[in-house]
């Protein structure tokens, strides 16, 4: 274990506050002077080129593998290292311990013997987060290392092995990046509460919510039906209403469904993704002979949803008022042979729509429009607080 040297004289009380505050002053001093003194030695490695016997491609490189730091510190070293050459103010705050290193590396992105003086005054009065953005604004990128950002992004997505996950991992250039952010954010902050709950789900969770919506709605509106149609297969008495169907949905005994290409999913999930536009159900036998395929024109008409937008205007959940990324859902399940007429459609929303099929809610649609929402023990739900009694 590492011991404190005591500064104080045989039988004086344990090293003061200020003793040991001094003492890490010493020491702070001490380092900066010797990280000013690598900084020297690393050019002088580099005008040597002595870096090129031990395999490295760069000095920054040969920096990062041999003390362990990121390639990303290695090259602000290096940077640093060259530009204190024509720094003299910085370079003498910096061995004096002034300025820590991280201040250091920032300031010398930008600083010039002309601005040094001044910049040194400010730099002691700010945190090395604000003088590194203020080194981001003042700097002017290379054109390469835009085109290396262009040429490096990537996306790419993986299924788990027990087919439960779906993960998904993208690198973007910083201001593609931002509208990817801003986008995700800006409507995961407007999902609404899971009904009963008075806590929104973590950030994290709404954010892929807000993904999925997003890709949703792109797909039920590319005109290009084959393109856009995502194909499940499953046994037949997995669709309610089917010939030797179990009954209501999640019943014992239904089988599970597959995407085609994709994961295995629940009998719940594949009605849902039934009811959902541009996915087309391949019903099977037990030994997977295909018996029928699932009809594609069920989806509205353009007409049809323009009149169904108007008539609804928004997500018809009691106090939901989504407007944006809601679809029409059959009332009666288009599975179980529901008719695609302006009757049996109401709007929902993502959210709302996966609380029918997955979370077991209910609705109907009675003759004067009016929805009625049961939760899934068969209470009828109603927004806000329960009607007087009496």
Not at 14 to 25: E, F, G
Not at 242 to 269: F, L, M, R
Request: proline share 7%; net charge neutral.
């Amino acid at each position: 274990m590492f011991e404190l040297r005591e500064t104080a004289g045989p039988g004086s009380p344990v090293t003061s506050d200020d003793d040991l505050i001094a003492r890490a002053d010493q020491l702070n001093a001490t380092v900066s002077r010797a990280h000013r003194e690598l900084f020297a030695l690393l050019r002088e490695i580099d005008r040597r080129e002595a870096w090129r016997a031990d395999g490295a491609q760069s000095l920054a490189q040969w920096v990062s593998i041999r003390y362990g730091i990121s390639n990303w510190k290695a090259e602000r070293w290096v940077g640093a290292a060259e530009a204190l050459e024509s720094l003299p103010l910085v370079a003498r705050a910096f061995t004096s311990g002034e300025l820590g290193i991280d201040k250091v590396v920032e300031l010398t992105r930008f600083a010039t013997p002309e601005t040094e003086a001044d910049l040194i005054s400010w730099a002691y009065e700010r945190a090395s987060g604000a003088i590194k953005r203020r080194g981001d604004l003042e700097r002017r990128r290379e054109r390469q290392e835009t085109l290396s950002a262009e040429r490096e992004r990537s996306l790419s997505w993986w299924y788990s092995d027990d087919g439960t996950r779906f993960g998904l991992e993208a690198e973007l250039p910083a201001d593609q990046g931002a509208v990817v952010a801003k986008a995700l954010g800006h409507l995961a902050d407007s999902i609404p509460l899971t009904p009963g709950s008075d806590h929104p789900y973590p950030a994290d969770a709404r954010r892929a919510d807000a993904l999925v919506m997003l890709c949703s709605g792109s797909i039920s509106s590319d005109p290009d039906q084959d393109r856009a149609t995502v194909v499940v297969h499953t046994k037949l008495e997995t669709l309610p209403g089917a010939p030797g169907a179990p009954g209501a949905p999640g019943a014992p005994g239904a089988p599970n469904g597959e995407v085609e290409d994709g994961p295995v999913i629940t009998p719940e999930t594949v009605q849902r993704l039934a009811c959902d536009s541009r996915l087309q159900v391949v019903t099977e036998d037990a030994v997977g002979n295909p018996l029928r395929l699932g009809r594609l024109t069920r989806t509205p008409s353009a007409a049809m949803v323009r009149a169904l937008r108007h008539r609804d205007r928004e997500c018809r959940f009691p106090g939901c008022g989504r407007r944006r990324f809601t679809a029409a859902h059959h009332v009666r399940w288009w599975s179980r042979g529901g008719r695609t007429d302006l009757e049996n459609l109401v709007l929902l929303c993502g959210f709302h729509h996966r609380l029918v099929h997955e979370g077991g809610w209910k609705l109907r649609l009675d003759p004067d429009m009016t929805v009625r929402w049961s939760r899934p023990n068969g209470v009828r739900y109603r927004a806000g607080p329960a009607p007087p009694s009496g």
